[in-house]
């Protein structure tokens, strides 16, 4: 990363309700499993999971995707060499695009409802 000093940083966390879904809906399940087959040794449906497997579904789904996704966010940066973004978890380090790369710049207002609709305004 560049020694450079940051002009502008902004910080974005992924506050999406509905995207909450699909992540803790697995979790309940298998949580649910977990306790009933792991915990308290009653098999649960009429063909159970294997111990081992369920517990790799507990920590998979019921641990690491509801942290990811509390711990998910974008980080951008403004220097004076150029643009940088980091993406965490995901990217390791920041990433740069060089002010040179960037060949045209304009403000765009967009709404979240309808994404597909873009007014460029001068």
Do not use: C
């Not at 502008?8 to 009933?36: C, D, H």
């Not at 920041?94 to 403000?107: A, C, F």
């Amino acid at each position: 990363m560049s020694d450079e000093p940051v002009i502008y940083e902004e910080k974005q966390r992924l506050n999406i309700g509905l995207l909450w879904l699909p992540v803790l809906t697995p979790a309940v399940m298998v949580w649910y499993s977990f306790y009933w087959q792991i915990l308290r040794g009653r098999p649960v449906g009429s063909r159970p999971a294997p111990d081992a497997i369920l517990i790799i579904l507990f920590v998979v789904f019921g641990f690491l995707f509801p942290y990811l996704m509390l711990k998910t966010r974008l980080i951008l940066q403004v220097r004076p060499d150029g643009f940088y973004f980091r993406y965490l978890p995901f990217h390791l380090r920041y990433h740069k695009i060089s002010w040179l790369e960037i060949t045209d710049v304009r403000p765009v207002e967009f709404s979240p409802l309808l994404p597909h609709i873009r007014i460029y305004t001068k």
